[in-house]
């Protein structure tokens, strides 16, 4: 059965302390690894798309890199704007359907 | 591009009762789904239209759980005799024809609690 685990839990920085979040995946056929932001009250929104090992994306304080096995979300010098619930999901068939994890919630503090 | 629109935002209700929700999709996006998240999780996959068609179905979702898309293009999710255990974010997302490795456009969900 196609598994999506996020690492860790929550994840509490201070202002300018990077980190990196972790998704360990396990799945038949991976089509695509996608991360989302989530803030609290609302639907989840697209950040990356990544494809095959080895593909990195950035955009902004954000890096998204991937493995045969797993992908990290780089946060580097956060701002307090950057808390959130970032979600890690599978895309697994070919019409669409996502497996997400169960999310890294991020608090960063001034 | 207005985005998806989920109504009601909030919906409490007593156990037993019947609810709806509606769900209006990016209006050139055939593809639309609903997913169920509960606190501390990531969304769980519940159905899946392509335009009027509903071609997937999550085993999650019981008997109790209908959704339709009339015409192919606003959605409702209904649930009846509602349970304690309902209680969760349903959240409706869109995508465009074709590419089917491409990101889902959620809307802000409607937040159920049953009493």
């Known amino acids: 059965e196609d598994q999506v685990t996020q690492s860790p839990e929550a994840l509490r920085l201070q202002e300018g302390e990077s980190s990196s979040l972790n998704c360990s995946y396990t799945?038949?056929?991976?089509?695509?690894l996608f991360w989302y932001r989530q803030d609290p009250g609302k639907g989840p929104e697209f950040l990356f798309t990544?494809?095959?090992a080895g593909e990195e994306k950035e955009k902004e304080r954000l890096k998204a890199t991937l493995t045969k096995k797993e992908s990290f979300l780089h946060i580097t010098a956060p701002k307090p704007e950057d808390s959130a619930t970032y979600l890690c999901?599978?895309?697994?068939?070919?019409?669409?359907?996502?497996?997400f994890g169960a999310g890294t919630q991020v608090v960063v503090t001034p | 591009d207005t985005g998806v629109s989920q109504d009601p935002r909030h919906k409490i209700t007593k156990r037993g009762q019947n609810v709806t929700f509606r769900c209006d999709p990016i209006?050139?996006?055939?593809?639309l789904y609903w997913y169920r998240q509960t606190l501390g999780q990531g969304p769980e996959f519940l159905t899946y239209?392509?335009?009027?068609?509903?071609?997937?179905k999550s085993r999650l979702l019981s008997d109790r759980f209908s959704a339709e898309r009339p015409k192919g293009s606003f959605s409702t999710l209904e649930i009846q005799r509602t349970e304690q255990g309902d209680s969760a974010m349903y959240l409706c997302?869109?995508?465009?024809?074709?590419?089917?490795?491409?990101?889902?456009?959620f809307g802000s969900g409607t937040q159920l609690s049953v009493l």
């Open positions: 999901a599978v895309l697994t068939d070919s019409w669409g359907k996502f497996q």
């Open positions: 799945v038949s056929g991976l089509r695509g």
């Open positions: 990544l494809y095959s």
């Open positions: 209006s050139e996006h055939n593809r």
């Open positions: 239209f392509q335009n009027e068609a509903q071609l997937e």
């Open positions: 997302a869109s995508a465009p024809q074709g590419i089917t490795n491409e990101k889902l456009f």
